[in-house]
Structures are given as structure tokens and as C-alpha cells.
């Protein structure tokens, strides 16, 4: 009996019609088996290793002239509570203020290419402009991808089966939420593990949306998930711990701005997650 879900046959990608692939092209020529141990799955990841890990901060304020971007006043606030909270949580946290598109290239890929192998998991909180997809240096931007894949699975090792977590506060892209009223009421043995698995990718705001923040409070979303780290971070699984940062960023915020159209407007992030064991910070 096959084991992973599959029905008799081969395995088949799903690939848009108009792409020429014969069916032998994109197929396993048989059903695929995995013979696993009994008892050899946990369903938490261990925090047996002499470190949490690091935790690196990429904090843009200020921006090139000849970008038209707006200096990104209280992020530095955000990056004191990112600082504070994540090293109470036995993180180290080292915070690159004012980054270049290669700098930030640099910094993170520095960092991939080192021996992660004493550390339980990796943190990278990156505060920013950003449109869908891209997220800015001071004199540019960069696919947002380009920076997270060197942590994958083939490209820094050390971290393979460990949770590697993005928390990005930046625009997605420009539409604004106008809001709705609602009525009240381990055993040695070895696993073939997907590139892009152990991913946690929070994000500040829904895709095409702005994200908001607050000029001497700092951000919405930083804000929030400052808050509930600090106060559930050492009793509650992550993903809970992500589901209350989004109930009070839907409900305790709502902007208030002179501008033309920009008042009263709500937001809500995004938890994209590949994880694939339950992530705590404490044993």
C-alpha cells in the first residue's frame, strides 16, 4: 500500500495545458513508496542544541534621494522591541541599520554560509519599503525571494530540518482595507526533506495591500507580534502565537491620517507557513 497519499500511477506535476509535456515527461514512471519507522516521527522541533539561534535584523530608515522613498520614521522602535524580545527568548540578535540592496545581499548570505549546526532554528526580521514581491535596500529593491532562498535546504545545510522564520513588515503593493462593521458576538535515521520545507513566512500585511505604521510607536504588525512573544512566548506553539497577532492587528488598529482616502483604514498580516513540526521557544 502506498504511503504517501497517492493513488495507483505515477506522480504528475500540475503544469498549465500548452507546455508540450508529454506524460512521461513530467512522471514518475511508478507509484512512489516511503518506508517509514514506526515511532520515528515527532511532531515538535527539538531545542536540544547548545543555542535558539540568531536572530538578524535588517532595519531601513532612511533611503536614497533619487528613490522618492519616504524616511520610515518609528522603525527604529520596531527594531529596539524585535531587539528586546527575541534576546529575552535567548536569541542573538544583531540589527544591520540602513542597507543597501547588496549589503543586505552580503549580510544574508554571510550568514547562510555559516556553521548553524550548534543552533535550534534561524530568525530574520526585515523592516522596509516593499511592493509584492520586493522588499527595498536604501537605494533599491530586490526580489524578496532572492534573500530568503539562500537559507533552503540545499544552500545552507547546517540549517536543514530546523524552522527558519521571516517576520517582514513592508507594503505589498497599494489597495487599503476599508474594513467591515461585524456584529459583536530522533533515532539516527536520515529523511529526504523538500528545499523550501521548515519556512515561516509572516508577513505584515495581505498581498497588494500597504502596511501601516506608526510614526513614534513604530508598526502595526512589530508592534503586535512583540506583544504577544513577550507574553505567550514561553507557553504557546508559534502558529497560536501568530493567530493572536493577527486578532490585534485586525481589531485594536485602525489609521487615522489627514491624507485624502488613507483614514479609518484596517489591516491584516499573512502567515504563509512550510513548517513542518510545531515550533516553541522553550523546552
Known amino acids: 500500500m502506498s504511503t504517501n497519499g497517492s493513488r495507483p500511477g505515477g506522480d504528475c506535476t500540475d503544469a498549465r495545458r500548452g507546455d508540450e509535456q508529454t506524460e512521461g515527461s513530467v512522471c514518475t514512471p511508478a507509484p512512489m513508496e516511503v518506508d517509514a519507522k514506526p515511532n520515528s516521527t515527532s511532531f515538535r522541533y527539538s531545542l536540544n542544541y547548545p543555542s535558539i539561534g540568531q536572530c538578524i535584523v535588517i ?11 519616504n524616511q520610515r520614521n518609528g522603525t527604529d522602535v520596531d527594531a529596539g522591541n524585535v531587539m528586546k524580545v527575541f534576546g529575552q527568548l535567548g536569541y542573538k540578535v544583531k540589527v544591520y541599520n540602513d542597507q543597501t540592496v547588496e549589503q543586505m545581499r552580503q549580510v544574508l548570505t554571510a550568514v547562510s554560509k555559516e556553521d548553524h549546526s550548534c543552533s535550534a532554528s534561524f530568525v530574520c526580521v526585515l523592516l522596509s519599503h516593499g511592493d509584492e514581491g520586493v522588499f527595498f535596500g536604501t537605494d533599491a529593491s530586490i526580489e524578496l525571494k ?3 532562498s539562500l537559507f533552503r535546504g540545499d544552500r545552507c545545510k547546517s540549517l536543514v530540518g530546523k524552522p527558519k522564520l521571516f517576520f517582514i513588515q513592508a507594503c505589498r503593493g497599494t489597495e487599503l482595507d476599508g474594513g467591515i462593521e461585524a456584529d459583536s458576538g530522533a533515532d539516527g535515521s536520515t529523511t529526504k526533506l523538500p528545499v523550501e520545507a521548515d519556512f515561516l513566512y509572516a508577513y505584515s500585511t495581505a498581498p497588494g495591500y500597504y502596511s501601516w505604521r506608526n510614526t513614534m510607536s513604530g508598526s502595526w504588525f512589530i508592534q503586535s507580534l512583540c506583544d504577544m512573544i513577550s507574553k505567550y512566548g514561553k507557553e504557546l506553539e508559534l502558529l497560536h502565537i501568530m493567530t493572536r497577532v493577527n486578532h490585534k492587528v485586525a481589531v485594536e488598529f485602525e489609521s487615522a491620517s489627514a491624507a485624502p482616502g488613507f483614514d479609518a483604514k484596517k489591516q491584516i ?9 510545531e515550533m ?3 523546552p
Do not use: W
Not at 532595519?59 to 522613498?69: E, P, Y
Open 59 to 69: 532595519n531601513n530608515k532612511n533611503f536614497d534621494r533619487r528613490t522618492g522613498m
Open 146 to 148: 532572492s534573500l530568503t
Open 269 to 277: 498580516p499573512c502567515i504563509v507557513t512550510m513548517l513542518t513540526k
Open 280 to 282: 516553541y521557544f522553550t
